[in-house]
């Protein structure tokens, strides 16, 4: 009689050195609130536990925010209780973001009545967040009468960069160039047209990735078994067109005191843009070290749109940008060569750790991952002088971030940008954990998301 084995070797898979790692981590099952606890006690400040919902998906239902689909950033929500909360002492409050995004800020403080500022350096999110605060008195039956009735006969053709099969089927692709065709050939005779044409584009680019093969959760990459109807651009747009009328009537009925309301969107780099009035309260949430590339997660968008027709441009865009992970190499090695650079001790002690524990394992993504935390936490530097000098006596910063753990070394962003704030003049008001996240690299540790408010004078 044939014996069978006890088991099959064939169902042992070698691990990777990553598993490896991972598998051999310090962190396995750590956690940010006591790696902190050295930083917590220089500073002389604890963190408050206050958990609330701050992330972006819930403004996907919401008037005027849900005109265009953004993963990253805070929600509307959390910038109405920030804006309530001081409601007593700032009455009628000049409001910024430096990192305007999607315009969640800006939009959220017309609603208000406050006067606003949001500088952004993506075009694309400088497009959108200037539609969302210009458009407001737009007639929505001239909307509907012209986005619903454009042209079949022109075609705008795609750029080069996207006409693979792999981003569209080539049905949905003939019919979005269309639809773009149909949105170019309106030519504007009046203000009211100009915005018009703004809208159109704006409800063009926020169906992109659900008429394409791909979906952005929350990085852009390939939905596999995904199948998109042909007419897809046509029927998605329509929806969106009907959604944006229905807004444009809300603000012109319950916000109508509120359509002149000035919001400024500035297309510009916060690490160099000097703002020129005083602000009393600065709502941001800055780029996390995390790896999310905030230009390629939007070329779609930013390709059909016209602001870059190339992977170059694209890349030139990024390396404008505060750093992430995924960096270019050359902006780095030029980092390094810089010698009036922002640091202080924590820096320089997580930068020694790093590059120790990458030595250790004998390979890391990233190499140079020590230069490309500091360059972050230099851009960032920049940021926060800025708005530090911008900011009126007793006006507030506050800042969302999250926090990271990069090869096995933890790197307390919070606590540094708190710390950055402290030696800029502000002081640290209030350390709130919103929310408590995991780890990419080692899903069992504990990281979290952090409002920081500091406050001038």
């Known amino acids: 009689m044939e014996q069978r084995p006890l088991f099959d070797i064939t169902l042992f898979v070698p691990l990777t050195a990553r598993r490896k790692n991972v598998l051999r981590s310090p962190k396995q099952h750590g956690s940010s609130l006591r790696d902190s606890r050295p930083y917590l006690d220089e500073l002389g400040v604890e963190i408050l536990d206050a958990p609330q919902p701050i992330q972006f998906q819930p403004n996907t239902n919401e008037p005027v925010h849900r005109w ?5 950033g805070f929600s509307a929500q959390f910038v109405q209780r920030t804006l309530d909360r001081y409601r007593a002492e700032y009455r009628e409050p000049v409001v910024a973001d430096p990192f305007l995004g999607s315009g969640t800020v800006t939009v959220q403080a017309k609603m208000n009545g406050y006067p606003s500022f949001g500088v952004e350096l993506n075009p694309l999110l400088h497009f959108v967040a200037r ?10 039956d001239r909307l509907l009468g012209i986005a619903l009735h454009l042209p079949a006969d022109r075609r705008t053709e795609a750029p080069a960069f996207l006409q693979s099969e792999k981003h569209f089927r080539p049905p949905v692709l003939r019919n ?7 949105i170019d050939a309106f030519q504007p005779a009046t203000e009211e047209d100009a915005h018009i044409q703004d809208l159109m584009l704006l409800a063009f680019a926020s169906i992109l990735v659900d008429c394409s093969n791909l979906k952005r959760s929350p990085c852009l990459g390939y939905a596999p078994g995904k199948f998109v109807e042909d007419d897809a651009p046509f029927t998605l747009f329509a929806s969106k067109i009907a959604a944006i009328a229905e807004d444009l009537r809300l603000c012109q009925t319950k916000y109508r005191d509120s359509l002149d309301t000035p919001a400024e969107i500035i297309l510009a780099n916060s690490m160099e843009y000097q703002p020129p009035v005083g602000y009393d309260l600065v709502i941001t949430s800055p780029p996390y ?18 602001f870059a027709r190339t992977h170059q441009e694209l890349k030139q865009l990024k390396d404008a940008m ?4 995924n960096v270019s190499k050359g902006v780095v090695r030029r980092f390094s060569g810089v010698s009036q650079r922002y640091t202080n ?11 120790a524990n990458i030595a250790r394992r004998g390979f890391y993504r990233r190499e140079d991952m020590p230069e490309i935390v500091h360059k972050y936490f230099d851009d960032m530097y920049r940021v926060m002088r800025n708005v530090a000098q911008a900011i009126r006596t007793g006006g507030r910063f506050v800042l969302v ?5 990069i090869a096995d070394v933890y790197v307390p962003t919070d606590l540094i940008l708190a710390r950055i704030g402290q030696e800029l003049g502000l002081t640290i008001e209030r350390l709130e954990r919103a929310r408590v996240r995991r780890s990419g690299q080692i899903r069992s540790y504990r990281l979290r998301e952090t409002i920081i408010t500091l406050r001038k004078g």
């Open 68 to 72: 265009s689909p953004y993963v990253q």
């Open 131 to 140: 539609v969302k605060v210009a458009t407001w008195k737009v007639s929505p």
């Open 176 to 182: 979005l160039e269309r639809l773009k065709g149909g």
């Open 289 to 306: 070290m995390n790896g999310l590339d905030y230009v390629m997660n939007y070329k779609i968008e930013i390709g059909w749109l016209g």
């Open 322 to 325: 505060v750093v992430c992970d």
């Open 345 to 355: 001790s924590w820096i320089e002690h997580i930068k020694t750790e790093i590059a």
């Open 401 to 405: 971030v999250g926090d990271s753990l």
